[in-house]
């Protein structure tokens, strides 16, 4: 790995404390831009002129590179490369004139509410083994906190409050955040961690929500779970985990939670991140409205 790129990833552990999955993708992305500055160039990353980087961005763009993809490779050499002159390494940053391509504005995917409590409610959908039952309360816990999947997998049997009908989520940067539980969730969280003791796993895990055997939950099971159930009540393509994240959003708007709330309970750092959702709510006050107003 070259030397500059591995000391701006060591930063972004240890100073910045950005989480693995993030280190990943900036690694990924630093990787292949140092691979397409080798190919094209003969470079090193360090080399760089504004006129590579704009050559990188073209070649992203002419092999279908979405553009919320390319901004966000080029947001990660803006990082690296502002974090370069910072430290002495270049006099100027090859990023600072780059022009980025527009995004389209996207409307976050949900899931009626309504549907949603049908498929959780279906006794032919889950039965009263431990997969099922631990499956039925993954999806429970993404509809009814909104909480990220990075975050679920961090869940441990102590987070949950029985008591206060909370519990404590661990966010990006380690930032916790405490999310409130409706009391029949809280209920049923208790009585999954009773039915996990009784298992009585030998790997001993404290991972609030593990496999048939005992073992701590992987990214890609619990992508797959959210998939297989939803693919029951919604035919749109998007069927991820962040599907729940955005039905609790869009449910609490809604129901006339106020946004600044909406944003802490999501972890958001800035509320912009939180307006992306008000789309949703408008749009289903203009279908009201064109139902309702007799000169719609």
Sequence with gaps: MNMLVDHFLKFLQHEKRYSANTIGAYQNDLGQFAGFLTSEFELEVGLAQPVHVRAYVAWLMENGVAESSVNRKVS?????????????????SPVRQIRTPKVP????????????????DSE????????????????????GTGIRVSELLALKEQDVDKYNCSITV??????QRVVPLTKLLSDELRDFIVLKSIH?????????????????????????????????????????????RHSYATSLLNRGA?????????GHESLAATQVYTHNTIERLKSIYKLAHPKA
């Design 76 to 92: 990660t050499l803006r990082s690296f490369y502002k974090y370069q002159v910072r430290q002495g390494e270049m006099k100027v």
């Design 105 to 120: 504005a996207r409307v976050p995917v949900f899931v009626d509410d309504q549907k949603m409590n049908t498929l959780l």
């Design 124 to 143: 032919d959908i889950f039965d009263k083994s431990f997969s099922s039952v631990r499956d039925r309360m993954i999806l429970e816990v993404l509809f």
């Design 170 to 175: 661990t966010g990006k940067r380690n930032k």
């Design 200 to 244: 009585e796993f030998s790997t001993n895990a404290d991972a609030l929500f593990v496999t048939n055997k005992g073992l701590p939950m992987s990214r890609g099971q619990v992508y797959g779970i959210v998939r297989r159930y939803l693919t029951y009540i919604s035919t749109q393509k998007k069927k991820g985990p962040h599907v729940l």
């Design 258 to 266: 106020d946004l600044n709330a909406i944003k802490e309970l999501l």
